[in-house]
């Protein structure tokens, strides 16, 4: 199939050059769009590691996200960045944070920048190749100005909201002392939604997407999830209520909501499958799931994400916040039900779904991102060997991986979520039998692509992070650098900096040279006029109305 989509992208590239007539270059483009594959892309806001069943946890079940990834490939040298914005502009451009200048923390509601508008990113490239697009729920690269927003930026139609946070009923976010209303359609404040559950909304319009689009014509559809992000403080975790009661053996209560959030997420991604088989789209799709970073464990953020056994959480350096939980499904996949050890990072999205949709992405200039569709499909030999986690000179940050070396200079929070987290989640028997009869596995069985119960267990097992927590050798990366092996010690528990003083001088030097090619963060001050307030207390594209300034408005 992707032979054929390659060929016809040829084709049509010569046609173009040869000046061919508009209406034969129109059905080359349409015979070449039934072709492509549906690409649907699936993020989790702020899910940690031991969130998923697939990793190991019992606590919480997760049997439709397991049944899926166990069909498919568990991404398990899979690296996210630390936090919401960057990781988002990662996926979108293709290019590390510090590329773009969006590495330092995230982008806030009254904030007047976005992702550059220098950057082509992923909707408008899948556009290109005749892909119908849509945005459902998070978007959160910059919203002072329409053409910073989804439709101005590749994507047909967009309902959700627009900044980083929301309260899942209400939908409103209140940050940096502000407070407003914001989940919309298009441009549309969506007011008819409110007091609707922000899972339920995603998945009923990502359900209709599915329903009413037109096979002929190539699907990617990105559903960009609140759960299990904390919503605003005054209750920052939202559920169901009736949903708690499945949840009465977890003592702490936060963690008991955050289960049933993580509930309805699992729930979501089964019902977004199940219409897709039912659509007879599946059967053509490359489903992606994954966490935008690590989780925000034991109160960070108001928040009960777990990422255990690794070090540290959201917005650090440490595995806890760089790990991500994530898989990558489809029947186009050679060889399926495994795990792969290939190193994979957020910037990879963009060229390996490009490659996939036939996309000549040699042709792509300075990006950092790799395409790795053939070593994730035939279990090859990966082309990384190196992962920049983040340089933030603001914060005095940095964390690079070379190969087996992970190093750490500095760290945020003056290392006060430096430490490991639970909970383990790992008491109690994992509930195999309902992944069995989950909503994707029955339509995996009907495709005939679910595994056998022996081998959802075996790749559960296999994916399960072990660590030895003896023989400990401290570090302090506000005093000197730390450098891990993270192969043998993915918890980061021996730092070795020490004793391989000839590595830790060369990744120093590594890191310089990747500190040399990064741009300053466009972070700019909060713009008084972005306050709600000023707009019937919704968040607004305030930044097109220039006649207005901020003394006249207060």
């Not at 290019?95 to 923390?105: E, F, R, S, V, W």
């Not at 267990?457 to 030895?468: G, H, P, Q």
Request: charged content about 20%; aromatic content about 10%; glycine content about 8%.
């Amino acid at each position: 199939m992707r032979a054929g989509v390659r060929l016809c992208t040829q084709i049509i590239g010569t046609c173009i050059a040869a000046m061919l007539f508009p209406a034969v270059l129109f059905i080359l483009l349409s015979l070449c769009a039934c072709d492509r594959p549906n690409i649907v892309f699936i993020i989790a806001d702020d899910l940690g590691w031991n969130d998923v069943g697939f990793h190991g946890l019992n606590q919480i079940p997760t049997p439709n996200l397991d049944a899926l990834a166990s069909s498919g490939i568990l991404l398990h040298n899979y690296y996210v960045t630390p936090i919401c914005t960057p990781s988002r502009s990662a996926i979108m451009t293709g290019k590390y944070p510090i590329h773009t200048g969006m590495q330092h923390t995230v982008i806030f509601g009254a904030e007047p920048r976005g992702l550059p508008l220098s950057e082509k990113i992923l909707p408008q490239y899948l556009k290109d190749l005749g892909y119908k697009t849509h945005l459902i729920g998070k978007w959160h690269l910059g919203s002072y100005k329409k053409k910073y927003l989804p439709l101005y930026r590749g994507f047909d139609s967009h309902v959700g909201f627009w900044s980083g946070k929301l309260d899942m009923f209400d939908h409103t976010n209140q940050e940096k002392n502000y407070w407003g209303f914001d989940f919309r359609r298009g441009f549309s404040v969506a007011h008819d939604l409110f007091g609707h559950y922000a899972t339920d909304i995603y998945t009923n319009e990502a359900i209709k997407v599915i329903n009413s689009h037109n096979k002929n014509e190539p699907l990617f559809l990105m559903v960009s999830h609140s759960a299990v992000h904390s919503g605003n403080p005054s209750e920052p975790i939202r559920a169901p209520e009736a949903l708690l009661a499945n949840f009465t053996h977890i003592k702490d209560f936060q963690r008991q909501k955050f289960a049933a959030v993580l509930s309805k997420l699992d729930e979501s991604v089964g019902e977004v499958v199940d219409a897709l088989h039912t659509r007879g789209l599946l059967d053509n799709s490359v489903v992606i799931f994954t966490t935008d970073n690590g989780g925000p464990a034991e109160g960070f953020n108001d928040n009960r994400a777990s990422n255990y056994p690794l070090r540290g959480v959201k917005n650090t350096l440490w595995e806890g916040g760089v790990r991500g939980a994530g898989f990558l499904w489809s029947p186009l996949i050679e060889k399926k039900s495994r795990i792969s050890k290939q190193m994979f990072h957020l910037v990879d999205w963009l060229p390996t779904l490009l490659s996939v949709a036939g996309f000549n992405v040699s042709s792509l200039q300075d990006l950092d991102g790799i395409d790795q569709w053939e070593a994730l499909s035939k279990d090859l030999k990966s082309k990384r060997v190196s992962i920049v986690h983040n340089i933030d000179d603001i914060y005095g940050s940095a964390a690079i991986t070379v190969d087996k070396w992970k190093l750490h200079k500095g760290t945020n929070y003056n290392g006060a979520w430096d430490g490991w987290y639970g909970p383990s989640g790992r008491e109690g028997k994992y509930d195999s039998g309902a992944v069995q009869d989950a909503r994707v596995a029955r339509a995996l069985k009907e495709l005939g692509l679910m595994p056998d119960l022996d081998t959802v267990l075996k790749l559960r097992e296999e994916a399960t992070v072990k660590c030895d927590n003896t023989n400990k050798i401290s570090c302090n990366p506000l005093k000197s650098p730390c450098l891990f092996n993270i192969e043998e010690d993915p918890c980061e528990t021996r730092n070795l900096a020490d004793t391989e003083p000839t590595i830790l001088r060369s990744m120093l030097e590594e890191l310089e040279i990747f500190n040399k090619t990064a741009i300053p963060p466009n972070n700019e001050p909060l713009d008084p006029r972005g306050d709600p307030k000023f707009w019937g207390e919704v968040i607004t594209n305030f930044g097109d109305y220039e006649n207005l300034n901020a003394n006249a408005l207060c």
